[in-house]
């Protein structure tokens, strides 16, 4: 039982915490962002809105809805935010 348990919070933890440090990471500065911390919130945004998608279809709970829910919305905008940055700079 807790490997499963281990297992389970591995497959959440992405869409948990990835989206929002990656949307946490476009909200300074600005001007200009570095290679890494772009490439970070591509990275985290990217598997955050994965590991998200795939819990908004299994529809196991209505937790696992919420985080997935969170997950997509948080990574995709972390995207979009970095490549509305990118293209002005």
Request: zero cysteines; charged letters at 15%.
């Amino acid at each position: 039982m807790e490997s499963l348990a281990l297992l389970v919070a591995l497959i959440v933890t992405p869409a948990m915490f990835g989206g929002p440090v990656a949307f946490a990471l476009t909200l300074f500065s600005k001007s200009k962002i570095s290679k890494l911390r772009r490439n970070s919130i591509y990275i985290l945004g990217s598997l955050s809105t994965l590991v998200g998608t795939y819990l908004l279809i299994s529809l196991v709970s209505r937790g696992t809805t919420i985080i997935g829910v969170l997950g997509i919305a948080t990574g995709v905008l972390a995207i979009r935010r970095t490549r509305k940055f990118t293209r002005n700079n």
